[in-house]
């Protein structure tokens, strides 16, 4: 265990919730995608119409939702630099509970669409300070530790949404998924309780406020990103992040829909009534999702040791590799449905755990003035490209009229992204052993 003090702890504690509740709201949706879609568009839930309606939705509302976390992220950034870590932490956790809560109350597509955007922006900005707030609070020798640390946030924000969806969808109110999506997002205001604590007990980082008071250090803009001495780093950190977000966004988002479709063809063959159906699909859905999460907790840690004994850039290519051998295994091969579920925690051991890498090794390519800034452009704008692939999953998907068929080739597809990403391994810059720029 890091020797960290206690203040460090407290640091690393609020940053972690932030991120953590960050990922709950973020992908809450998706779980209820499949009733909330069919319900709002007066689709009859387990129709073709409503799978395929499910399916392109799902996909379109994603890729919405990553642009605008792109936005936020680049807004957020350079307001974390200006303003401080601590005070962006606090405004975008609240801006996306909110925006996550009110998709509870809406009554048609476009006010779903509206409420997702408010909430991706809250949540693009939040990681940036979170990320910047925790490396500059730690000390070098346990920057990795650190980052990789907050990073097992995302899992538990998973693991979390995996529960509530279980809880409420799965067990209260399975009878009734025309209405239980809508208790399940009011969840989405838990971040905003968090918000209060890091306003108690956290303060900005000692780098960040001796940055500030120095009256010649110039406000942060994003075209220094890519001046020469900045461009080798922004170059790195950019085509790590957006093979790494395309790979993820394009599976990830479509666990709950796989475990449904596949779920439904399952009680369909053996005569399930709705209400078995319901809490069978629900079941599917926890197993892959809860795989997924162990996977990717597990793949968390693991960055650290591959990190510190061989460096950033054998760990991308490393993590990378693994990512298209456990995509290819777990759609392209001929498994047992059950099976294949549980083959989502070698997917979420690679494609989830390379992301325990980023929250140490974005803010330790920039200077504190600049680090934010840097650290949420290059995690976030990926976030654009990334958002082609929901999208285009999900168009092929539903033209398929949900056939898990068709679905799993899709998916298959996915896995040339991270075979593509070792093409750029010999442009990463090494951070490995060196100290945090000032």
Known sequence: MPSFTRYQWTVLAAAWLGWGFDVFDGLLFNYVAPNAVPTLLGLTLG?????AATLFW?????????????????????????????????????????????????????????????????IGGEWAAGAAMVAEVVDDEH?????????TAAPFGLFLATGVNALIAGNFMSTDPETSWRFVLLFGLLPAAVAFFVRLFVKEPERWVQTAQAVSAPAPRIRELFSPVFWPRTRSALLMTFIALLTWWSCNAFI???????????????????????????????????????????????????????GRRPMFAIYFGVSALALMATFGLDLPEETRLYAYFFIGLSVFGVFGSFTYYLPELYPTRLRATGAGFCYNIGRIVAAAGPYVVGSVAAAGAGSPAVILNALFA????????????????ETRGQTLPD
Request: charged share 10%; with cysteine; net charge positive.
């Open 256 to 310: 709950p829909v796989v475990s449904a479709t596949l779920g439904q063809a399952a009680a369909a063959a053996s005569g399930l009534d709705k209400a078995a159906t319901s809490a069978l699909v629900e079941s599917w859905k926890t197993i892959a999702t809860t795989s997924f999460n162990l996977g990717g907790l597990i793949g968390t840690l693991l960055t650290i040791p591959v990190a510190k004994r061989l």
């Open 47 to 51: 129709s073709p119409e409503a799978k």
């Open 58 to 122: 799902t996909g379109a509302l994603t890729s919405l939702f990553l642009i605008g976390w792109a936005v936020g992220g680049v807004i957020f950034g350079p307001i974390s630099d200006r303003f401080g870590r601590r005070r962006t932490l606090m405004i975008t956790m609240v801006l996306y509970a909110v925006g996550t809560a009110c998709c509870a109350l809406v009554t048609d597509m476009w006010q779903l669409v509206a409420c997702r955007i408010v909430a991706s922006l809250g």
């Open 143 to 151: 920057r990795v530790e650190a980052g990789a640390l907050l990073y």
């Open 414 to 429: 996915v896995a040339f992204v991270p075979l593509a990403g070792l093409l750029f391994i010999p442009l990463v810059v």
